[in-house]
């Protein structure tokens, strides 16, 4: 804990910028808007700091962190990239899209941000302000989702303050919500050249494989996991505290309706039936239902095809 009282909250100008990257500087917390949510900053490089996300969020140690890079240079620093993570980093990124590639040796990484695993998890964010925090900072940045774990993650800077105010040094806020609104698509990358999904999201893995490769991408054998590979793959993750019931046509009496496209609710998801859109707002709406005085909530069905994939994921963790 950064052992603070009330959180900072600042615009993500310059100047808030600039105080962002000197509290990273000496190791201290910041939650940063990036496309997809709040992510919750710390110097990737440092023992210390990291081990003050595990401790702000009380996350496991098991559970590895993404790291966040300004670009493709900063990641092979930090990974040996099999030849297909150096084709999607080149053309790709910034993007929603983490990947999980052999960490380099002698890569100057704090352990738990890889929670000993042989691998490291990197994405470069496609969101102004993180970029020009980044730009600040002469060291790559670990950065989770800004919430307590296990909870509904952050899309905006109330968001963050719900259940990290007074646990972390700084929040910059840009004042508009995350416009993915769920946390990137997460692809292994094998050094046989084959992928496999570790976390659905914003990202479309058939389609990018086929644009860059012309066919669906090689999926690795899945197994029994013994392990956990990347964050977002806990079977109960993103709670928002209550019970949560799945592929609601209505609302029981005690239930707050989360609507989608036909399905009207206390709150929709999208009216017009916009997965887009949907993805954008789920954690708006899981908040709001979470703050409402009905005990339990409900949420509609939701297509499973495109983004409806991620949000479905998310919304099965949550119910779990």
């Not at 670990?142 to 700084?170: E, Y």
């Not at 079977?235 to 609302?251: D, F, I, M, T, V």
Request: hydrophobic fraction near 45%; glycine fraction near 8%.
């Amino acid at each position: 804990m950064s052992g603070k009282n009330v959180t900072e909250v600042r615009l993500a100008d310059a100047e808030g910028i600039a105080e962002a990257a000197r509290i990273l500087e000496s190791g201290g917390l910041v939650a940063v808007p990036t496309e997809t949510v709040y992510g919750l900053a710390a110097r990737a490089d440092s023992a210390e700091a990291v081990a003050k996300i595990y401790t702000a969020k009380g996350r496991p140690d098991f559970n590895p962190l993404i790291v966040h890079v300004r670009g493709v240079e900063q990641a092979r620093e930090l990974a040996e990239l099999p030849h297909q993570a150096d084709v999607i980093a080149d053309l790709v990124w910034p993007a929603p899209l983490t990947m999980v590639v052999p960490l380099r040796p002698g890569a100057n990484l704090a352990p738990a941000v890889t929670a000993g695993l042989p691998t490291v998890a990197l994405r470069s964010p496609n969101h102004p302000v993180m970029q020009a925090l980044l730009a600040a900072c002469p060291f790559p940045l670990a950065a989770p989702s800004a919430n307590r774990s296990g909870f509904v993650s952050p899309t905006s800077a109330a968001h963050v303050l719900a259940t990290l105010d007074g646990r972390i040094d700084l929040v910059l806020d840009d004042g508009r919500p995350c416009a993915e609104g769920l946390e990137s698509t997460i692809v292994a990358i094998r050094t046989d050249g084959s992928w496999e999904e570790l976390r659905p999201g914003p990202i479309n893995l058939d389609a990018l494989h086929q644009h860059y490769w012309d066919e669906p991408y090689p999926r690795a054998g899945r197994g029994e996991r013994s392990r956990i590979e990347a964050p977002g793959q806990l079977a109960s993750h993103y709670a928002p505290g209550k019970p949560l019931r799945l592929n609601a046509e209505w609302a029981e009496p005690d239930e707050f309706l989360i609507g989608f496209g036909a399905v009207e609710g206390d709150v929709t998801l999208s009216a017009g039936g916009n997965l887009d859109e949907a993805a954008s707002r789920l954690y708006a709406a899981l908040h709001e239902a979470a703050r409402a005085p009905e005990p339990r909530i409900a949420v509609a069905p939701v297509p499973e095809k495109g983004v409806g994939r991620a949000i479905n994921d998310r919304l099965r963790r949550a119910a779990a």
